[in-house]
């Protein structure tokens, strides 16, 4: 498995991948229905808006896209793996390289809101919860960050 920068011709797996990673993550926190918005949400037209402050990174496994992470300034805004290939260490991969993107855009700190079955692989990365975020029609994310800066 590898991981590369997006270009535009991967928007067409990066949908369907962002919708069935939403739909069969641990999703026992939330109702149907903020699955299906959150699910909803996420269409090639949104993920490509913007794309001149977004730093958008896939991983492939023999061409196949499995997962993709974006970062938007100093907050990382999602990050999305196919249900067979998490545990693999791609969603760290793809986190220590949005980091170091961060960095290299001057910022010392990154944050995100990750939703509740999330929270412990982010504590395992470093972040810290910094606060609670209600969505009329996601539910409850937690707020977490990370002093990123390696002077």
């Known amino acids: 498995m590898a991981i590369r920068k997006f270009r535009m011709p991967d928007i067409i797996e990066i949908h369907p991948l962002i919708r069935r990673a939403i739909i069969e993550r641990d999703n026992h926190n939330y109702t149907r229905e903020q699955i299906d918005s959150s699910a909803s949400y996420y269409t090639a037209e949104r993920f490509c808006e913007d794309l001149e402050h977004k730093i958008i990174y896939v991983s492939t496994d023999n061409e ?14 999602a990050c999305f793996i196919l249900p067979e290939y ?46 609670e975020k209600m969505h009329n029609d996601w539910g409850k994310g937690i707020i977490m960050g990370k002093y990123i800066r390696k002077d």
């Not at 896209?65 to 907050?75: H, K, P, Q, S, Y």
């Not at 693999?88 to 079955?117: H, I, M, P, Q, Y």
């Open 86 to 131: 998490q545990g693999k260490g791609l969603g760290r991969e793809f986190v220590g390289a949005l980091e170091r993107d961060a960095v290299l855009k001057g910022f010392s700190n990154v944050w995100l809101v990750a939703v509740l079955s999330a929270v412990e692989f982010y504590e395992k990365l470093g972040y810290h919860k910094t606060g």
């Open 64 to 77: 196949k896209i499995t997962g993709t992470a974006t970062l938007r300034n100093d907050e990382i805004m």
